[in-house]
């Protein structure tokens, strides 16, 4: 089959199966899988190479791993570090050893059945969030422990997928060499990459931003993860590894929403390949010939898994029925479980008779959680427990988080005092020069439009509290502004105009707070005028709130007609004429008084 003719089906497939099972409240992961296993070889069978497209498709694990790498910033991670690594290491290293027990019991090797049990371990990040979040559950208790546990074995598959090569028979390149020497390699290897990336990667991506050339700027992004990947795995070591060390050096550089943005669409499109190829690589006539040992271990996989977070929940304070609903929705195998059956193929540690039986079982435990989800909440519905809700148990209020886009003159002052408040927020611009130079002041800024609905994902405008327009192009903030309106419509929007009518155009898309550049200053410069030329400072103040509050009034009256020129002009004259009126009433008042 052409490579147009396989891209053709893979997309058909897709486009058919990921709406219907979204549709159906069962996520996109079961529809790719689903997807998978029928173009696969064991249904329609109009894909045969299973292999060569599952390696290829383990691209989107890599980009996977490099956005969580760029995520992980050092401070989120303090934060959460008891449960993370308290819960999650907890549920993870009792879950293996349970699990690698039971495999010991069936007959398996005792290296064999650790990594199988460590394998088994793991939960699917992707499937378990989507889940949640459709759920709305993510703020919940129950939801955050969750989370937490997933981020601590998305780190702990790290390590897993550098130390399952060291156990094989068949490792290669400094896995040849055993004990002190092969860690020592190792560790040589991940600082070098550590310190290149550290002074390579940003002046590289600095270089490459001044061009202005968007399409190039995606390409060096993609170039930093395929490269740092491919490098690692030269010698030896995974490429997830690679991507990981990648997306952690640049986790606290000012491109890091830029690349997230230009990554995303990429690691989508792999990571639904990559489940497809999974759903193909499934021996349904595996489980057809041994339907009663595949559901057997699939239903020991949940049991061992659900008793572990069950009880871990209960331990950390968890209701009854919160404690289930964490049991239930990461209590299936995980996408890193494929990764590192693979790898441990590769390595001989297992035939493939096991890594297809435990491949069937990891999927189809991914297939039974959704009805188990539904059954819960059934349940839960039916028997509701009757507690009263306790302050640390309500989700967390949003944090008065703000969005910066355009950090100029007028930026930088709106930054400088929400620091000083100790108000979170991300400033973006496009101008790789003024983010040096801002950056030399001690002042954070991150690269990238604002104007792309995907950098406004990447830095979490969904939970911003407030935008502030203050880009200097005009049409680059008209542009912007329609993003944020149309997209995030209920995030307010403070923005900065150039004259009256780049602020009629900013009323188009919603936008009601606006500050025209200039204004404020040239205000005040003709109080300070008319001081100058002997009248009282109250006269002047005076004099210059009336010209302020009737100029805002007639701001705003205006905008309907501020696409008809010759309205306009007209009311420009009849608004000056009220102006005069104004003061000579003010005037008159004053002679009246005195």
Known sequence: MSFLLEAVVFLAAAVVTVPLFRRLGLGAVLGYLVAGVAIGPWALGLVSDVDHILHFAEFGVVLLLFVIGLELQPNRLWTLRKTIFGLGGAQLFVSAALLAVVGYGLGLGPTTAAVVGLALSLSSTAFALQMLAERNQLTTRHGRSAFSILLFQDLAAIP?????????????????????????????????????????????????????????????????????????????????????????????????????????????????????????????????????????????????????????????????????????????????????????????????????????????????????????DAIRRRFPEKTVARDFEA????????????????GQIVGRVLRAKKIPFTALEVSPEKIDFVRKYGNKVYYGDASRLALLHAARADQASAFVLAIDDVEASLRTAETVHRHFPKLTIYARARDRKHAHQLMDFGVTVIRRETFLSSLDLAGALLTGLGLSASEAENAVETFRQHDETLLFAHYWHHNDEEKMQALSKEGAQQLEELFEQDAAKEAAAE
């Open 160 to 376: 897993m997928l550098a130390i399952v090569p060291l156990l094989g028979p068949e490792a290669t390149g400094p896995m040849e060499s055993s004990g002190m020497v092969a860690g020592v390699q190792t560790v040589v290897i991940v600082l070098a990459v550590v310190i290149g990336g550290k002074f390579l990667l940003r002046p590289l991506l600095r270089m490459v931003a001044a061009t202005r050339t968007p399409e190039v700027f995606t390409a060096m992004a993609l170039l930093t993860v395929v490269g740092t990947a491919l490098l690692m795995e030269s010698v030896g070591l995974s490429m997830a590894l690679g991507a990981f060390l990648a997306g952690v050096l640049l986790a606290d550089s000012e491109y890091r929403h830029a690349l997230e943005a230009d990554i995303e669409p990429f690691k989508g499109m792999l990571l639904g390949l990559f489940f497809i190829a999974v759903g193909m690589s499934l021996n349904v006539g595996l489980v057809a010939r041994q339907p009663g040992m595949v559901f057997a271990l699939v239903a020991g996989l949940i049991a061992i898994k659900f008793v572990v977070l069950y009880g871990l929940g209960r331990l950390q304070g968890l209701k009854n029925a919160a404690a289930c609903s964490l049991a239930v929705a990461i209590s299936q195998g995980g996408e890193f479980a494929f990764v590192i059956f693979g790898v441990a193929l590769g390595s001989g540690l297992i035939g493939r008779d096991l890594a297809d039986l435990m491949i069937a079982v990891v999927t189809i435990s991914m297939v039974v959680t959704p009805l188990l989800t539904f059954v819960n």
């Open 395 to 410: 989700p967390p209020e949003r944090d008065r988080h703000v969005i910066i886009a355009g950090f100029g003159r007028f």
